[in-house]
């Protein structure tokens, strides 16, 4: 199976969610949200870096709880601002 390409809309939208994520997390380490998600701290780490610019809803909502954000509220804030 071939992955069509992200456009530089997606990618920006990865990287603002790896932005937010790593922000909230503030002090923890990523190994004890990661741990807290119920995933990798390398999968953390692509996320976070942007390496994985679409990551899986599931992961995301798992995130989202670890960090004590709402869905809403992290989907408002990876929105692109407005020009």
Same mark, same amino acid.
């Given at each position: 199976?071939? /992955?069509? @390409?992200?456009? @530089? &809309? &997606? /990618? &920006? /939208? ?20 990661? $741990? ?5 701290? &390398? *999968?953390?780490?692509?996320?976070? *870096?942007?390496? $994985? @610019? *679409? @990551?899986?809803?599931?992961?995301? #909502?798992?995130? #989202?709880? #670890? ?17």
């Amino acid at each position: 199976m071939v /992955r069509t @390409p992200l456009t @530089p &809309e &997606e /990618r &920006e /939208r990865g990287e603002r969610l790896g932005r937010l994520l790593r922000e909230s997390r503030g002090g923890r380490s990523m190994a004890d949200v990661a $741990a807290c998600a119920g995933i990798s701290a &390398e *999968t953390l780490r692509k996320i976070e *870096t942007g390496r $994985a @610019p *679409t @990551p899986a809803f599931f992961t995301v #909502a798992a995130l #989202a709880r #670890a960090l004590g954000l709402s869905m809403d509220e992290l989907a408002g804030l990876c929105e692109a601002a407005p020009v």
